[in-house]
């Protein structure tokens, strides 16, 4: 496992160096509250896993010293103008 923890860097940070694992065209939905168009959008999709620390002040409860993770980054390349680009960074239980 690549050691997120051992470089103590933000976990967005490392997550955006990793090598792209493939990309992907999905339909994108308006959505008027972001005054989002509907779009296929092509993403770039990283990921990795990641061991996560607990905070210090956790520690009387019982929770386990780390958690590992597998972090996902899905980037959205060349939005058309004007519009923000997807950018998804979800976390899943290994």
Known sequence: ?????????????????????GTYI????????????????????RCGRVEIQRPDKLSVFGYPPSVTLFAVEALEVQPPA???PIHWRPLFMV
């Not at 168009?37 to 999709?45: G, K, S």
């Open 1 to 21: 496992m690549a050691s997120w923890m051992e470089k103590a860097r933000p976990l967005f940070d490392y997550l955006s160096q990793q090598p792209i694992q």
């Open 26 to 45: 999905i339909n994108v939905p308006a959505d008027p509250r972001r005054k989002r168009m509907p779009r296929e959008a092509m993403l770039i999709v």
């Open 82 to 84: 004007g519009q923000e």
